[in-house]
């Protein structure tokens, strides 16, 4: 069964900076494309950035350079590192594959940027 556990995020004021995680088990971690999505309130769950299993990396024009995804196939775990962090970054975000895999949904983490 694959479990998909998000951590990390919390308050923090704008222009503040946060590191996600994401713990995978039960999946073949290492050669699957992973991603990092977001869902702010009252709005859909977007994708904000993707990695292949060899590290080439894919952000949304809003979270280019400023997030950077990365990832450890020895720990099975997926990384954002969050910088210059914007009120709109607001959102709970969850890891997935990309493209998501229905049942792999987590519960993610809430990530509150205060202006």
């Known amino acids: 069964q694959v479990q998909l556990v998000e951590s990390g995020g919390g308050l923090v004021q704008a222009g503040g900076s946060l590191r996600l995680s994401c713990a995978a088990s039960g999946t073949r971690f290492s050669i699957n494309p992973m991603g990092w999505y977001r869902q702010a309130p009252g709005k859909q769950r977007d994708l904000v950035a993707s990695?292949?299993?060899?590290?080439?990396?894919n952000y949304a024009d809003s979270v280019k350079d400023r997030f950077t995804i990365s990832r450890d196939n020895a720990k099975n775990t997926l990384y954002l590192q969050m910088n210059s962090l914007k009120p709109e970054d607001t959102a709970v975000y969850y890891c997935?594959?990309?493209?998501?895999?229905?049942?792999?949904w987590g519960q993610g983490t809430q990530v509150t940027v205060s202006s």
């Open positions: 990695i292949t299993s060899r590290g080439r990396t």
């Open positions: 997935n594959e990309d493209p998501w895999h229905y049942d792999y």
